[in-house]
């Protein structure tokens, strides 16, 4: 591995063993608020593999998500946490690669539009699926602790950011790469376009896969339209793409911003956080092609880069 | 078969394919792909609304005011963004992703101004809800008129598309943009007359639709799945198609609610969608290897 890899991780490692110490503090509302900044983090740094580095974009990032949430809501009763978490990673997992398979043959808009109605389709699936078992929302008893919820979270953040810091430095990242320049001229050269996608997509569902199954532990109520929320989707696209998608380091700038936001928004004024969000998202596309990350590369000399 | 279901279908059908013609029209000439085309459709019904609540005119009437609307918005967006934009070679080279996060932001946007300006609730106002007998069915007054009007509409648009100068230049546009632009068409204007056509569509669309449902900030975004479902079917870029693949998923949702429970309606819809795309992506009448 090159020293500037390794630095990096070693970076994210420190930051993550300091974070460790927020639940002590015994205050619940920032455990909370780490809880949700961290979770984002996670969401944002899985979602930038397929759709920063692989230029796939994704606009229903959330059903991975809700499947997680779902196999959680499902198992609860019967599995401990430590079977629950894995098993959510994987269900999302298997669940883009089943459907990631239309995207080994077709290529650019198609994936959108997949990714688009796929999310509706499994809320519709798990929406009937309760209403067959007249379940209408299903109360989680007994839930773990907020503490152990949060290191959970802590390492998940933690290894979607290592993850991507190995990926944006390996081959299989440089061929994402390529296929997100020229996807003809990749193809041509000998990478094999369609199993990186694939991979690429199947790594950016499992993490957010388990973030959906810890907030539902988390809430502790399980109720598909809201889980299914298409604006989980917005948010993760307009986190990653403010704060530059091109990067590992990128997101944490949009999730630092809007998160912190959203405390100050969400709970009296919604529409005009999300009126917020929009905004942010067009401006930055459209000045700020690289996100804030990358108009500080540029303003930084090149080797402290 | 009922002719209760055969109108059904076409009354659904009709109206998928109108809303589906504005979505391809902005995607074969430039490209773009609006995901907030539903929400258009959304602006039109509640223009539709208050002008009938306000004025009590006809929703027809109202039509005058949602048309123009729309396809204003449209042109703001084409010179406000898309314009500045284009000019931009990093924005171009990636043309189909930024567009998309574009369209996604103002899709946002637009859905939460609405939500703030006249409450997320669900609203709606009666229009010629009375019952006739019409071609042996029992069928209401304003699902005959809004089928009447969508037919119409799409009627024209296929005939528009086949003989008039202007519809020729763009089909041309769809198929060759450079070839296009040497011989002569003139490209900027038309991309703008697309842009202002594809969203005066989806806003007629919208008075329809209030005619009939109940609506909300947030019903746009089923529409913007169902026009990409009906686009994929068609063919994208394939105007016609487009048509024929309202049609053809009116008949498919109306005919398989009735075979099943109406509870299954989204799940099918979205299933022809993903079994479309595995099997058929080029559209049910695109040639094996038009566009992979």
């Keep these: ?305 | 078969m009922s002719s209760q279901l055969v109108i059904a279908a076409l009354v659904s059908g009709s109206i998928y394919a109108l809303i589906a013609l504005g979505l391809n029209l902005i995607y074969g000439t430039m490209r773009l792909l609006n995901v907030a085309h539903g929400d258009f459709v959304m602006i039109g019904a509640y223009c539709a609304y208050w002008c009938v609540k306000l004025t009590g005119v006809s929703p027809l009437l109202a039509m005058l005011v949602a048309i123009p609307l729309t396809a204003g918005i449209g042109v703001v967006l084409y010179f406000g963004i898309f314009r500045m934009a284009m000019r931009s070679r990093e924005f171009v080279e990636r043309i189909e992703a930024n567009s998309l996060l574009i369209f996604f932001g103002t899709s946002v946007i637009v859905e939460n101004l609405t939500a703030l300006a006249f409450t997320p609730n669900q609203r709606g106002y009666r229009y010629q809800d009375g019952i006739v007998e019409f071609l042996g069915a029992v069928v209401p007054v304003n699902k005959l008129i809004v089928l009447a009007i969508a037919a119409a509409v799409c009627i024209g648009a296929v005939v528009f598309f086949r003989i008039s100068t202007l519809g020729l230049a763009i089909k041309a546009l769809i198929q060759q943009r450079e070839a296009s632009a040497l011989v002569g068409i003139p490209v900027a204007r038309i991309d703008l007359i697309c842009f202002c056509l594809g969203f005066a569509v989806a806003g007629l669309a919208g008075v329809l639709i209030s005619m009939t449902e109940e609506i909300s900030p947030f019903m746009g975004f089923p529409f913007t799945v169902v026009a990409f479902v009906v686009v994929i079917l068609g063919g994208l870029g394939n105007v016609t198609g487009s048509l024929f693949g309202g049609l053809l998923l009116g008949v498919l949702e109306t005919f398989g609610v009735a075979l099943t429970a109406p509870s299954y309606r989204s799940i099918m819809i979205y299933a022809v969608f993903i079994a479309v795309l595995i099997f058929r992506p080029q559209g049910l009448f695109g040639s094996a290897r038009a566009r992979t």
């Excluded at chain 1, 991975?64 to 959510?88: E, K, M, N, R």
């Excluded at chain 1, 290529?107 to 007249?134: C, D, H, M, Q, W």
């Excluded at chain 1, 990067?247 to 959203?262: A, C, M, S, T, Y």
């Design chain 1, 1 to 305: 591995m090159r020293p500037r890899l390794l630095r990096r991780i070693a970076l994210v490692t420190i930051a993550a063993l300091l974070a460790v110490a927020l639940p002590s503090l015994g205050n619940d509302y920032y455990t909370g608020f780490g809880f949700s900044l961290l979770a984002w983090v996670a969401l944002t740094e899985s979602w930038i593999i397929i759709s920063g580095m692989a230029g796939y974009v994704s606009l229903g990032h959330v059903v991975f998500v809700g499947l997680g949430a779902y196999v959680a809501a499902l198992t609860w009763t019967y599995l401990p946490l430590g079977a629950i978490v894995p098993l959510t990673g994987l269900s999302a997992g298997l669940l883009a690669a089943i459907v990631g398979y239309p995207c080994l043959r077709v290529r650019g808009p198609y994936f959108v539009i997949l990714t688009l109605g796929l999310s509706e389709l499994v809320k519709f699936i798990v929406i009937n699926t309760e209403a067959a078992l007249s379940m209408s929302g299903r109360v989680l008893f007994g839930a773990p602790d907020v503490d152990d919820i949060f290191y959970i979270s802590l390492g998940l953040a933690w290894a979607s950011l290592v993850i991507a810091l190995i990926v944006r430095d390996s081959r299989f990242g440089a061929g994402l790469l390529a296929i997100r320049e020229n996807e003809e001229a990749a193809e041509t050269i000998g990478i094999p376009v369609s199993a990186l996608k694939l991979a690429a997509f199947v790594l950016s569902a499992i993490i957010p896969g388990m973030v959906g199954g810890l907030m539902i532990l988390r809430s502790t109520y399980f109720e598909p339209l809201q889980i299914f929320n298409p604006q989980t989707s917005v948010l993760i696209v307009t986190m990653a793409v403010i704060g530059g998608s091109d990067r590992p380091f990128g997101p944490l700038l949009g999730v630092g911003l809007l998160v912190v936001l959203q405390e100050l928004l969400w709970a009296r004024l919604p529409q005009l956080y999300m009126i917020i969000v929009g905004v942010l998202l067009i401006s930055v596309v459209i000045w700020m092609p690289g996100g804030v990350y990358g108009r500080l590369q540029r303003l930084l000399p090149a080797g402290t880069r």
